[in-house]
């Protein structure tokens, strides 16, 4: 009889192992003994899977409406813009201030009590998969990527945030979501 019972319990833990990913209850009678084994399973965390931010192919001095009255535009020579007021900016690609024999990213930024317009340079890859930054209260944005044709070592992004304390961490990302590069945020 005791062999029995060490059976049947034996077959209760095999069936608690093998058990589906829903719970579900099974009951083995016996004349000595009375055995109920519910399988229970934990569900595995998930990550969240990365989403590369398309990027839009645009043409030399292609001006792209960046929304509330900012504008970007991309020429051989770097990343132009300009904001509501009409003044225009210019990033340089090829006065050497950037290294882009490496990813590298930067940051422009421009705003107010009602919220501020982001841009910058991402550069020294051809893998390009979103630009993000992330607030001080831990908010992430994606920013729009822009590019010229032939998808160059480099491109421009912009985005748009609320007001905010300082500035923004700024981080680049390849296709796959592996960090290329980042700023860390500051307090100005």
């Known amino acids: 009889m005791k062999k029995y019972l060490t059976a049947v319990v034996a077959v209760a833990a095999a069936a608690t192992l093998a058990a589906p990913a829903t719970a579900t209850a099974e009951t083995t009678d016996t004349l000595a003994t009375r055995t109920t084994v519910t399988a229970t399973t934990v569900a595995p965390e998930v990550k969240a899977a990365f989403a590369p931010t398309p990027i839009r192919t645009v043409r030399p001095g292609e001006r792209v409406d960046a929304g509330k009255g900012w504008t970007v535009w991309l020429t051989r020579q770097g990343k132009y813009w300009s904001g509501p007021d009409g003044f225009e900016n210019f990033r340089s690609v090829v006065d050497g201030n950037i290294d882009r ?15 501020a317009f982001h841009s910058g340079l991402y550069y020294g890859t051809r893998n390009a998969g979103r630009v993000e930054l992330t607030d001080a209260d831990g908010r992430k944005t994606a920013a729009t990527l822009v590019a010229l044709p032939g998808r160059s070592d480099w491109g421009v992004w912009y985005v748009h945030t609320g007001p905010s304390q300082g500035s923004p961490a700024v981080a680049l990302y390849d296709r796959s979501g592996k960090l290329l590069a980042d700023l860390p945020a500051w307090d100005f």
């Open 101 to 115: 024999s490496e990813p590298g990213v930067s940051h422009q930024s421009e705003g107010d009590q009602n919220g």
